[in-house]
């Protein structure tokens, strides 16, 4: 079973640029303006550097 990233809007600030956007390997994360990011599921490894990499444990990383 593939792992799959969500997205917890309610635990991201939405105030700033994203420092997991910039981690993502393979650019699966983008982020319009200082929106919480959105996941490209296709993109996406579940590598599970960003989740690692976001203060606010917005990003969480399904097995």
Do not use: W
């Not at 792992?3 to 997991?20: D, G, S």
């Not at 929106?35 to 606010?56: H, T, Y």
């Amino acid at each position: 079973m593939k792992k799959y990233l969500e997205v917890i809007k309610e635990k991201c600030p939405q105030n700033h640029t994203c420092p997991a956007v910039r981690v993502c390997p393979v650019g699966a994360l983008t982020q319009s303006g200082f929106s919480a990011p959105a996941v490209d599921i296709e993109k996406c490894i579940g590598c599970g550097r960003c989740s690692d990499f976001c203060p606010k444990k917005a990003l969480v990383l399904h097995e």
